[in-house]
C-alpha cells in the first residue's frame, strides 16, 4: 500500500496515524497534530476540530458536565431528497457519534464555572435545526438562572434546509434567550467565530457577544461570496469574508490563534469577574423567563403520573390546573411557569 493510500483511509479506522493539511496538503503526523491544537506545522492554517476535541481544549479535566445528550431531531416535514432526512440522521449519527450538531453543558475554565456549546462542522455541516435551538436555549435559561458566564463556539453552514422554518425560528428563540441573559440578568457572552460560521447562525447568535472572538482565517459570512458578487455585479475583495476582513471592519474584537485561546478566555473571565461595576448591577429576570424541560424533569413527571394512574383522568381528558399546580409547587421550582400548557397538552394524555 502507498502513502497516499494509507493515508487517505476512512476517517473510521483507528489504525490512521497520518493526515493531510487541506490547504497546503503537508503530511502531517496526527499525535503531534492534536499537540498542536490541529494547526499545520507548514502553513499555520486552522483544521476542523470535532466538539469533543474543542472542550478537551476548553474544559478543565474532570469537571464537564453534558446537557440534554439524548435530544434528537424528527422529520415533521417528511424532507426527501436524494435521501431521506431521517436517513441522513442517522449517517450522520453513526459518523460523529452524537445526537445532532452542538453539545451543550457546564464546567470549569480555569476554576471559573462557566456554560458552554459547541457546534460540530462534522454533523451535517454544523446545520441549525431546531434541536440545535433548543439546545442552545436551553443552556442559556440554565446559564441566566445560575448566573454563568456563557461561551458558544459556533461552526456552521447555517439553517437546515431539512426543517424548513422550524429552523429558521430557532434564531428568534435563541436571540430572545439571550436578550433577558444580557440585558435583564447582566451577564457575558463570548461568541467564538471558527471556520466557516456563515448563514443564519451569522445573522443570530453568533455576532451577538459582548466579546466576538474569531480564529485566524476563519470564513464568517451570510450569504456566499459568489452570490454577493453576482448580486452587486462587482469584484469583492480576496480576503473578504476572512476573520481579518471583519476586524478591520469592527465586526470583531479579537483575532486568537487556538494555542493561546483558553488563556486568553480566562484573562477575560478574571477582568469581568473583578470589575467594580459587576457589583452595581442587579438581576431583573423577567417573571415569565424560566427554564425549559428536560429529559430528567419529563422522564421525572411521567414516573409520577404512571405511580398516579388511579387517580388520573383517561385518555384525552383535561387534567385540569388545580391538580396540575399542586404537583408543580410540591416538586418543581416556581420558576417553572410556562410549564402549565406544555404538560398539560404533552404527559396528561397516558393512561
Not at 35 to 55: A, G, K
Not at 74 to 96: G, M, N, P
Not at 193 to 222: H, K, R
Amino acid at each position: 500500500m502507498c502513502m497516499l493510500s494509507w493515508i487517505e483511509k476512512d476517517s473510521s479506522e483507528e489504525a490512521g496515524l497520518w493526515t493531510r493539511c487541506d490547504q497546503c496538503g503537508a503530511v502531517l503526523y496526527i499525535k503531534h497534530l492534536k499537540e498542536d491544537y490541529y494547526v499545520c506545522s507548514t502553513c499555520h492554517s486552522n483544521l476542523q476540530m470535532t466538539s469533543q476535541e474543542r472542550f478537551h481544549s476548553l474544559i478543565d479535566p474532570g469537571t464537564w458536565q453534558p446537557f440534554d445528550e439524548t435530544l434528537s431531531s424528527i422529520d415533521v416535514l417528511h424532507f426527501q431528497d436524494q435521501k431521506s432526512y431521517v436517513s441522513r440522521l442517522h449517517d450522520a449519527q453513526s459518523y460523529t457519534h452524537l445526537q445532532d450538531a452542538v453539545i451543550t453543558g457546564t464546567g470549569l475554565l480555569e476554576d471559573i464555572p462557566i456554560a458552554l456549546g459547541i457546534m460540530d462542522f462534522n454533523f451535517m455541516g454544523g446545520s441549525m435545526g431546531s434541536v440545535v435551538g433548543e439546545k442552545i436555549t436551553r443552556l442559556i435559561e440554565y446559564a441566566t438562572h445560575e448566573g454563568l458566564i456563557l461561551i458558544l463556539v459556533c461552526a456552521s453552514g447555517g439553517a437546515r434546509i431539512h426543517e424548513g422554518i422550524f429552523s429558521l425560528m430557532q434564531m428568534a428563540k435563541i436571540s430572545a434567550a439571550l436578550n433577558i441573559y444580557q440585558n435583564h440578568a447582566h451577564l457575558m457572552y463570548i461568541s467564538i467565530l471558527t471556520s466557516p460560521t456563515t448563514g443564519g447562525v451569522t445573522a443570530s447568535f453568533a455576532m451577538l457577544g459582548d466579546f466576538i472572538i474569531a480564529e485566524p482565517n476563519a470564513l464568517i459570512g451570510f450569504a456566499g461570496r459568489r452570490v454577493i458578487e453576482q448580486t452587486l455585479q462587482e469584484k469583492l475583495p480576496e480576503n473578504f469574508q476572512t476573520a481579518e476582513y471583519l476586524l478591520e471592519h469592527g465586526l470583531l474584537d479579537l483575532i486568537i490563534p487556538r494555542e493561546f485561546l483558553k488563556g486568553a478566555i480566562f484573562e477575560i473571565l478574571d477582568v469581568y469577574k473583578n470589575r467594580p461595576q459587576c457589583q452595581t448591577y442587579s438581576s431583573q429576570i423577567p417573571n415569565y423567563f424560566s427554564p425549559s424541560l428536560n429529559l430528567l424533569t419529563e422522564e421525572k413527571i411521567r414516573r409520577k403520573l404512571k405511580a398516579e394512574s388511579q387517580n388520573l383522568p383517561t385518555f384525552g381528558q383535561n387534567i385540569g390546573f388545580p391538580l396540575l399546580s399542586s404537583y408543580i409547587s410540591q416538586n418543581i421550582t416556581p420558576n417553572y411557569n410556562k410549564m402549565y400548557q406544555f404538560i398539560n397538552k404533552s404527559f396528561w394524555r397516558i393512561k
